[in-house]
């Protein structure tokens, strides 16, 4: 089975979008805007006129979210022009990734291979375009679910549920 994926900047926004929104992000970001709108609200309650008060509503209103959420998903655009930059034409960097008998074979357009043994595989995230693959909270390669040469994204996962002994947790609900 053979999987292309080009790293277009649809792509990256998808991997960014899936870094940013972890359950330990949102849950930091959410803990963080409520102890500061907890203070903001005592401080504009006990007295209205507290500039104080309202910049902290300000701040948990605002900036919190643009640095815990905004800023990171803006990096998008910078990581796909990065990226684009480290080809030796400047063009779309293209990940060819071959699932053979024990492991996965990445190949990409900039002369690199990367070896992934089925057993090291501990995570598989699934989302609408992508298969993400991680070990140790750490991401190993993005699956283009689109982009698969021979076979289909079905027979992928069919292949991953087989082969991924070590996995933390099935990716995929039971029917």
Not at 2 to 8: L, Q
Not at 150 to 171: A, Q, V
Request: proline fraction near 2%.
């Amino acid at each position: 089975m053979r999987n292309v994926t080009v790293y277009t900047q649809e792509i990256y926004k998808i991997i960014n979008r899936h870094r940013v929104f972890t359950k330990d992000a949102v849950f930091v970001g959410g803990v963080a805007m409520a102890i500061t709108l907890n203070f903001a609200a005592r401080a504009v309650y006990s007295d209205p006129n507290s500039v104080t008060g309202w910049i902290t509503v300000a701040i948990g209103a605002i900036v919190i979210p643009f640095v815990v959420f905004i800023f990171p998903l803006r990096n998008a655009k910078k990581n796909y022009n990065k990226a684009k930059t480290l080809t030796k034409d400047g063009s779309d960097m293209v990940n060819t990734i071959d699932f053979e008998k024990d492991k996965i074979v990445c190949h990409n357009n900039m002369h690199q291979t990367a070896n992934i043994r089925y057993v090291d595989v501990q995570e598989v995230v699934l989302t609408n375009r992508l298969i993400i693959l991680k070990k140790d909270g750490k991401e190993l390669v993005h699956i283009d679910r689109k982009g698969f040469v021979n076979g289909s994204d079905e027979e992928c996962l069919n292949l991953l549920e087989e082969k991924c002994t070590k996995l933390n947790r099935p990716f995929r609900k039971k029917s």
